[in-house]
């Protein structure tokens, strides 16, 4: 079955710095995937989506990368604020377009003044 | 334009009873979605509709039905509930092929 992984240990960075997560996924080829923001006691909100086409995408501060060789996206915050702290959604599309999505876990990212 | 409602926002439920979670949307979006969310486990997808008078099973759909009203409204029900069923539960919509937009979440515990 599809496994996703994303770094369960909270990212702690300096404000102004650049943070980058990692998602990682086997055993399928997703025709996109989508990074969202949740935070706490909130619903996910959508970011980005990057198809399996496109190397990168960009937005404002974010950047999300996306290697079906290694199968891995990396998603990047740069001059980061405090209010960026959050906990960050990889999601892939397991059904070759059709949006029905698996989530990993998440990474809290932390970003000190 | 009020997006993903969710009612209730808290619930509290005995073992065996049963319960029904509404959700509306008014973006009219075809797709409509369920989810669960455990702490360390990440968002499981329940059932899902593709379109007015379709569902279909998820990677976690023991335990529930769902029924998909109108285009709008697509409603979760646990029959009995179960201690295991104490989650976060999450509706959804998006267009085909696209962004979801999420409730605020109902906060189930089942004792």
């Known amino acids: 079955s599809q496994k996703i992984e994303q770094n369960s240990e909270a990212l702690n960075i300096q404000e102004g710095k650049t943070a980058t997560l990692t998602c990682n996924y086997t055993?399928?080829?997703?025709?996109?995937l989508q990074w969202y923001r949740q935070d706490p006691g909130r619903g996910p909100v959508f970011l980005l989506l990057?198809?399996?086409?496109?190397k990168e995408k960009r937005k404002e501060r974010l950047k999300v990368t996306f290697d079906t060789t290694l199968k891995q996206s990396l998603f990047h915050i740069t001059a980061s604020q405090p209010a960026d702290s959050a906990t960050y959604l990889c999601?892939?599309?397991?059904?070759?377009?059709?949006?029905?999505?698996?989530f990993g876990a998440g990474t809290r990212l932390a970003v000190h003044p | 334009n009020a997006g993903v409602t969710q009612t209730p926002k808290f619930q509290v439920l005995k073992t065996g009873q049963s319960m029904t979670l509404q959700c509306a949307q008014d973006?009219?979006?075809?797709?409509m979605y369920w989810y669960r969310q455990d702490p360390g486990m990440g968002l499981r997808l329940i059932y899902y509709?593709?379109?007015?008078?379709?569902?279909d099973k998820g990677e976690v759909p023991n335990g529930y039905n769902v029924s998909r009203l109108n285009k709008r409204e697509f409603s979760l029900r646990l029959e009995s509930a179960a201690p295991s069923q104490t989650s976060v539960y999450f509706c959804?919509?998006?267009?085909?092929?696209?962004?979801?937009?999420f409730g605020p979440g109902t906060r189930l515990t089942v004792l």
């Open positions: 959804a919509s998006s267009a085909r092929t696209s962004e979801q937009f």
């Open positions: 055993n399928y080829s997703p025709a996109y």
């Open positions: 990057i198809r399996e086409n496109e």
């Open positions: 999601a892939l599309d397991m059904t070759g377009g059709y949006n029905k999505l698996i």
């Open positions: 973006m009219n979006h075809n797709s």
């Open positions: 509709s593709a379109s007015e008078g379709t569902t």
